[in-house]
């Protein structure tokens, strides 16, 4: 039950920042397209929520329990890079954002995210195809 909540109370976080985030300039700019904290904000909000949903429809009207250590870590591998992305959001640290350690930072920060998600999914799916 405990990822259910973690994801539901990370996707409330991520949605408010979203919303009351004023400060977000673009980290990586390719043409037509910006990479920046608002975007990874929604991202994860999204995810959140999706997972939150997930968990909660496997434990409760599946009847399967998914690996609750699986659970927690793929939550940390997604939150801690989430928070990351929200703290160079601060207008002190937004204005440093091209600086090379914190850019590969935020860049292996979304490596993070990645594994992070499939954790989460790969445990979901184990927990629903188990017999």
Same mark, same amino acid.
């Given at each position: 039950m405990h990822p259910v909540k973690l994801f539901s109370l990370l996707a409330a976080i991520m949605f408010l920042s979203f919303v009351f985030n004023r400060a977000s300039s673009p980290? %990586?700019? =390719?043409?037509?397209?910006n990479l920046g904290p608002a *975007?990874?904000?929604m991202i994860g909000a999204a995810l959140s929520a999706g !997972?939150?949903?997930?968990?909660?429809?496997i434990t409760f009207l599946a009847n399967r329990n998914p690996n609750q250590t699986a659970g927690l870590i793929g939550f940390f591998m997604i939150a801690?890079?989430?928070?990351?992305? =929200?703290l160079s959001t601060i207008p002190p640290l937004a204005s440093q954002i091209l600086r090379t350690p914190i850019a590969w930072?935020?860049?292996?920060? *979304?490596f993070v995210f990645? %594994?992070?998600? !499939? =954790?989460s999914v790969l445990n979901l799916a184990v927990a629903f195809f188990r017999s």
């Open positions: 980290f %990586l700019a =390719v043409p037509r397209y *975007i990874w904000q !997972l939150a949903v997930a968990y909660f429809w801690t890079p989430l928070a990351l992305w =929200v930072t935020l860049i292996l920060a *979304i990645v %594994l992070g998600s !499939l =954790v």
